[in-house]
């Protein structure tokens, strides 16, 4: 079946391949993480982590990249609070980088951005995916005040379709 998705995706055009994602951005994230029954901590800080082990598509030797890509990383900067981004945090944390056939997340390494990360026995957790997932690269100033008003209680309007 995997040998078969892959010739289809060698032969389709590009554009007939192209991945459609639902409209996503850091407040529908931080809607779907209050949501959850999992715990989520935000935090606003520099991502890093081994770039060079970000999955790729082997089209050479005809190979998708596995669904789930975990590697180590670290985020410096400060958690979420009532307050706003204000306790400081500095922790090692997991990352599972998906891919959806060819399609793969992207993170960069060494930037600030925003994640969700996903608490579970004391390990942080951030799934980053084709589409978006939980990592926010660079986020604007008024993406920022949405979330702390998310955390507050107040406004909380991604500003996007219903899905």
Known sequence: MRGLLLVIWLVMPQSAMALSCLPHNAISAFLDTARSNNSYIAVLGRLSFDASKIPKPDQSRQR???????????????????????APFDRAIDINLKCMGPWCARL?????????????DGRYLLVADPCGGYAFATPDPATLD???SCMRGQACDPELPRR
């Open 64 to 86: 998708l990249p596995k669904p789930d890509n975990f590697l180590s990383g670290r985020i410096s900067g400060h958690s979420l609070t009532q307050s706003g981004f204000d």
């Open 108 to 120: 960069r390494s060494g930037q600030e951005h925003l994640v969700y990360l996903e608490r579970t």
């Open 146 to 148: 949405k979330v702390r």
